[in-house]
């Protein structure tokens, strides 16, 4: 079993910065795929983002792309998302989910375990 914490959502102007974070326990994390996805008001939940803990490769959606950057600390067992160049269209709950598996996905139903979420709001 393993438990994701996100924090550090809030409300941002556009064009502003915030780095959102996830938290795991209960197990090594050493062969997951750990991912975030965001669902906006009325709309369906997303892939954003996602990093392998064994090899530390990243896949990003399109709509991210060059804006957001995911990255680890093992030694905190610890995923971040740093979004930058914030646009309203970003405004979500961002959910941290992990795969048990050495290859990312995009594919939600392919994640095993997920966060609470936290939202993230960008202001025009």
């Given at each position: ?25 209960g197990r ?63 405004t979500a ?32």
């Open positions: 079993q393993v438990s994701l914490v996100e924090s550090g959502g809030g409300l941002v102007q556009a064009g502003g910065s915030l780095r959102i974070s996830c938290v795991a326990s090594t994390l050493s062969r997951y795929v750990m991912g975030w996805f965001r669902q906006a008001p009325g709309k369906e939940r997303e892939f954003a983002a996602a990093v392998s803990w064994y090899s530390g490769s990243t896949q990003y959606a399109d709509s991210v792309k060059g804006r957001f950057t995911v990255s680890r600390d093992n030694a905190k067992n610890t995923m971040y998302l740093q979004m930058n160049s914030l646009k309203p269209e970003d709950v961002y959910y941290c989910a992990a795969d048990n598996s050495y290859s990312i996905t995009t594919t939600q139903a392919d994640y095993d375990y997920w966060g609470q979420g936290t939202q993230v709001t960008v202001s025009s």
